[in-house]
């Protein structure tokens, strides 16, 4: 059987969206006999999809050789899986499964910077076209929310059934069934705070308030993954401090630092995290590119050489991190908005569902409406120019 074919006949199938509810139910009651018969199957389905969708990007990127790697390593992953198809779920055979899961992870471990090598790539070696341009960053969402997606599935089987033990013991593989918000959002907050005193010895304070909507008196609480909400936060709060920093040094401004504003507010339905700055604000004009992968930017991957360097690391800039950081947010139906008034200061709002079975997982599903996208060559704007 071709790799061809074996693609072919998974991606026909439409993922299997779970909603955090059932991931903690199946975390709970589940076993991993019921988890490796839903993952042969499911994952092969999420990695096929995906690769399939690969192959309507421009054939000169799929020429590139970062992105040849990363192929590559989808269809060896995909193999590996497909070898389990019609194994008996003996303990031997879920152990083995086990470690396949560990070693695809671990395969897969650096395609976010491989692929960006690709669309740099991509960029030194001809024109870009607008049409291309677009086709990538709709790919490039899709692709690292299903990466999102499948990790997880993966984490969930190895950690609560197999020999990797979760960060803390009243977590459910990689999911706290009582994610208390406020704790993630200091953690991140004071994790930024010393990568910005490092690189500019100043950095702004927390002023932090709750509301619980819902029950005045409670602590906020949701089931959630606590890695993916820390990461939003810590992207968001770098880019709040930076801004901050760099525009009260602009300003020569000799007075305190204005400090970032946090509400986190749960109610019936959303739980919302808006976070303020007075760093300036951005202008309209750039404010549609602050969520575009961009090929100058990106993150460069690192070398021996590279993770030898010392002295103080840069605040992130508008590289990958708000673009993944909303796939993040979105995956489990939020999202992450940010306003921002020019010449002022900048609002982010992340919105989390507050319900469990509300938080279903958003994934993309590779059907005609996607290949029209990708085969609607002539982007062809119907209003006039701004600029
Ligand atoms: C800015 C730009 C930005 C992006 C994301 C979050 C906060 C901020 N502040 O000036």
Request: proline share 6%; charged share 20%; net charge neutral.
């Amino acid at each position: 059987q071709s790799l061809a074919h074996i693609v072919d006949h998974y991606a026909q199938y439409p993922p299997t969206g779970l909603t955090m509810k059932r991931i903690v139910e199946f975390a709970r009651e589940g076993d991993a006999q019921q988890s490796f018969l839903f993952l042969r199957n499911e994952l092969p389905v999420r990695l096929a999809s995906m690769m399939k969708e690969m192959g309507h990007l421009p054939p000169r990127l799929l020429k590139m050789p970062s992105v040849k790697t990363v192929n590559g390593w989808y269809g060896t992953s995909l193999f590996d899986l497909h070898s389990f198809r019609h194994l008996k779920p003996t303990g031997e055979i879920i152990k083995k499964f086990t470690e396949t899961l560990q070693n695809i992870r671990r395969r897969h471990k650096s395609v976010v910077e491989t692929l960006a090598q690709g669309y740099m790539e991509f960029s030194d070696s001809g024109k870009v076209k607008e049409y291309e341009e677009s086709q990538i960053q709709y790919f490039l969402n899709r692709f690292y929310l299903s990466r999102i997606s499948i990790r997880l599935l993966m984490y969930q089987h190895t950690m609560c059934f197999g020999e990797e033990v979760p960060e803390h013991p009243s977590h459910l593989g990689f999911v706290d069934p009582n994610c208390f918000v406020e704790d993630t959002v200091k953690d991140a907050f004071e994790n930024a705070q010393f990568l910005c005193e490092g690189y500019y010895l100043v950095a702004p304070s927390l002023r932090l308030r709750t509301i619980n909507a819902t029950n005045p008196d409670e602590l906020i609480s949701i089931a959630y993954v606590p890695s993916h909400l820390y990461h939003v936060m810590f992207e968001l709060f770098k880019n709040a401090m930076r801004a901050t920093v760099e525009y009260a040094e602009s300003q020569k401004s000799s007075n305190k630092l204005p400090p970032i504003t946090v509400n986190i507010v749960k109610a019936k339905e959303d739980l919302t995290i808006h976070i303020s700055d007075r760093g300036g604000g951005i202008p309209r004009s750039k404010a549609d590119k602050i969520f575009r992968y961009m090929y100058s930017t990106a993150p460069r991957p690192v070398s021996l050489t590279d993770s030898q360097h010392s002295g103080p690391i840069p605040l992130a800039g508008f590289g990958y991190g708000l673009p993944i950081s909303r796939l993040y947010a979105r995956y489990f139906n939020g999202d992450m908005q940010i306003h921002s008034i020019d010449g002022y200061g900048t609002d982010a709002y992340v919105y989390l569902q507050a319900v469990e079975d509300q938080a279903s997982e958003w994934l993309p599903i590779c059907n005609q409406a996607a290949y029209e996208y990708y085969s609607s060559r002539k982007y062809q704007s119907d209003w006039t120019k701004k600029k």
